[in-house]
């Protein structure tokens, strides 16, 4: 059974760093394509970013562009998802999904395997 869970977030203040993590059970992690998604109150999913099946990572969301490290745990074969200089408009539920294809979406319709989500909350 492939299930993800989302771990590592919190309440942080701004400026502060973070770094969430998703382990997965039932599937390799080298054959699925992965991503990170959020969704903040009020407003629709968005990408974060994604690491296809190559290791090739990309970033989607203008505003953390240039503030988040998506990377591979390859000793717990997890995927790390760091922000830096953390904001207000970071708070939001961080999911990460995966999906058995070669290269990774933005488009969280393209997933099949989600985790519960992790809330991040930023604030002084």
């Known amino acids: 059974q492939i299930q993800l869970v989302e771990s590592g977030g919190g309440l942080v203040q701004p400026g502060q760093s973070l770094k969430l993590s998703c382990t997965k059970s039932?599937?390799?992690?080298?054959?699925?394509?992965v991503a990170w998604f959020r969704q903040a109150p009020g407003k629709g999913r968005e990408a974060v970013g994604c690491m296809s099946r190559n290791h090739g990572v990309e970033y989607f969301a203008t505003s953390v562009k240039g503030r988040a490290t998506i990377s591979r745990d390859t000793i717990n074969d997890s995927l790390l998802l760091h922000i830096y200089n953390l904001n207000p408009e970071d708070t939001a539920v961080y999911y990460c999904a995966a999906s058995a294809m070669q290269y990774c979406s933005e488009y969280g319709a393209e997933y099949t395997y989600w985790g519960q989500g992790t809330q991040v909350t930023v604030s002084s």
């Open positions: 039932g599937f390799v992690l080298d054959y699925y394509a």
